[in-house]
């Protein structure tokens, strides 16, 4: 593996089984949530995944962070093929990578102290350390997240933080381990408007100071363009377009990627004359598609796009598409 990547996904896949149940029978549907997804993070890079609710996005990444196990595929981190490690060489990797939900009410625990809260990565993974090297830590990690001074943080417990306070130390949690790697999945959603910036300076300045590498999930274009090195689009399960970030905002050549960037008012203000593209339905996971995953919402469809999948073709420095048109509309929007 090339030195100068950190994280390598290779056709990666994972089927849930859905079970329904009537009142004659029951049914077992299978959900292809993620379904042959392929890239890579290079060290000190930031990959946002966009794509719409149900695409896949928070399956891929609890497979990257071995939350989940994988149906198939593999997960290259540091040059170890991660799929194959037993649980006791996993738990090694786990100090190295971390996560960040989306949700910081759901994922601190509401008994404990702050303190306590970024005393527990310590006692799993630094058990040499004196508690007051570790004390020492902790406080560390709540300034670097510019909760200063960390005395008045450190000994409240969650339900005396705001939601951003609270995000704030579900981040110093996730480096108090100075890991390489961090995914955060949607990290400012749940967030007020007013405070989604300071976290995401935040972790664009805690990058810079430790040369972080990071997968971020996101929904919403303008948050990825504004964090992101690259960006890889997920439908349903797949990627179908992936590039530098001013590539996919600029010359956006999938027609979902086209329909997400022409729905940004942030951005088209930025990008003049681009027309409005609203999508019909949404992501259905339980349809595995013979043909383009995007046939049945895509306004440009041909014949081929309902019998053949489409295969990844490159652009040009390093931007990808996978759809049979993605010609054919270059030279109509040229
Ligand atoms: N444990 C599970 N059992 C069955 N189906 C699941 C499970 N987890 C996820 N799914 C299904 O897999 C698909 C992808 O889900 P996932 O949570 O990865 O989407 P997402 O892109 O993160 O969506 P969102 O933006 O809403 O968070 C969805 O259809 C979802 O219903
Ligand atoms: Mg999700």
Redesign the pocket.
């Known amino acids: 593996m090339d030195k100068s990547v950190l994280l390598k996904v290779n056709h990666l896949k994972k089927t849930?089984?859905?079970k329904t149940r009537t009142l004659l029978k029951r049914k077992k549907t299978d959900?292809f949530?993620?379904n042959n997804v392929n890239f890579e993070i290079r060290k000190g890079e930031i990959l946002g995944i966009i794509?719409?609710?149900?695409?896949?996005?928070?399956?891929?990444a609890r497979m990257v962070m071995r939350l989940m196990k994988e149906t198939s595929g593999e997960v290259w981190f540091d040059g170890v093929d991660l799929c194959k490690l037993k649980e006791s060489e996993t738990n090694k990797i786990r100090k190295k990578m971390q996560m960040i939900f989306?949700d910081p009410y759901d994922t601190l625990n509401p008994g404990m102290r702050v303190v306590d809260i970024l005393m527990e990565p310590l006692n799993a993974h630094e058990k040499k350390l004196e508690y007051e090297e570790k004390v020492k830590l902790v406080k560390e990690a709540i300034e670097s997240i510019k909760l200063k001074p960390a005395e008045d943080y450190m000994y409240r417990y969650p339900h005396q933080l705001s939601g951003g306070q609270r995000q704030r130390i579900a981040i110093a949690r996730a480096i108090i381990l100075k890991p390489s790697f961090i995914a955060a999945?949607?990290p400012t959603s749940m967030l007020d408007v007013s405070v989604r910036a300071e976290i995401l300076n935040i972790l664009l300045e805690l990058r810079k100071k430790m040369g972080l590498t990071m997968m971020f999930?996101t929904?919403d274009l303008s948050t990825a363009s504004y964090m992101c090195d690259r960006i890889a689009v997920?439908y349903q399960?797949r990627i179908v377009e992936i590039g530098p970030t001013q590539k996919i905002i600029h010359v956006p050549s999938h027609p979902y990627t086209k329909a997400l960037v022409s729905v940004v008012k942030d951005l088209n203000y930025f990008i003049k004359n681009r027309e409005r593209l609203i999508l019909d339905g949404e992501?259905d996971?339980?349809r595995e598609a013979v043909g383009c995953s995007f046939v049945t919402r895509c306004p440009h469809q041909v014949s081929v796009c309902h019998s053949k999948s489409p295969k990844v073709e490159s652009l040009g420095n390093g931007h990808e598409v996978a759809c049979h048109c993605h010609a054919d509309l270059l030279e109509r929007t040229s």
């Open positions: 849930f089984v859905k959900v949530a993620v794509g719409e609710s149900g695409c896949g996005k928070t399956t891929t989306q999945d949607e999930i929904h997920m399960g992501v996971a339980t």
